[in-house]
């Protein structure tokens, strides 16, 4: 991932922590704001992927997969 599309990922979570915030102290319930957070990491993941922890992952599957046999 290029320097540019690492610091929109953070600036992307920073915005969710910030509206995560607001909402808990406007007394939201606590299960709203999960909700809201695990929905907005999501969709923060679909618009910019991190592709190196996708392959990272991929190759501790495919480890994984070939110490059961």
Sequence with gaps: MDAGTRQKRVDGLEAIKDKALSMASKG??????????????????????????????????LKYKESKK
């Design 28 to 61: 939201e319930d606590a299960d709203n704001v999960r909700n809201f957070v695990t929905s907005a990491r999501k969709e923060l993941a679909f618009e910019l992927p991190d592709e190196d922890a996708f392959r990272k992952a991929v190759k501790a599957t």
